[in-house]
């Protein structure tokens, strides 16, 4: 059985991560529905973060409980920072709205 080097390892990783990110920019120059579009940013991030999680901080190697709490962790904080910063959001937005309207 012969094993990959590592430094194969990360430059085949560093390579998907680059084409990863190449296929996100030109995602941007392609005339896609708005659901369509973020769906596959979304998917794409993932997969990315996926990526990075399993070979650069070496999760892939891990027991699946170890694995589980990352993700869940990560999940609940996104949640967390989602709830939080939505709301802001919204007002600066009404706010926008609100003076672009006001304009002559």
């Known amino acids: 059985m012969s094993e990959t080097h590592p430094l194969r390892t990360y430059g085949m990783t560093w390579a998907a ?3 990863l990110t190449v296929v996100l920019l030109s995602l941007e120059s392609v005339a896609l529905p ?3 579009f973020v769906s596959l940013m ?3 991030m993932l997969a990315k973060a996926s990526i990075i999680g399993a070979y650069f901080m070496h999760l892939r190697f891990e027991r699946v409980s170890l694995v589980a709490m990352v993700v869940i962790g990560l999940l609940v904080t996104g949640a967390v920072l989602y ?3 939505v ?3 919204r007002r600066i937005r009404e706010m ?3 003076t672009m309207g006001s304009r002559p």
Do not use: E, F, K, N
Request: aromatic share 0%; hydrophobic share 65%; no cysteine.
């Open 87 to 89: 709301p802001d959001a």
């Open 96 to 98: 926008a709205g609100q």
């Open 42 to 44: 979304v998917a794409a």
């Open 17 to 19: 991560l680059l084409a």
């Open 83 to 85: 709830v939080l910063i």
């Open 34 to 36: 708005r659901g369509l």
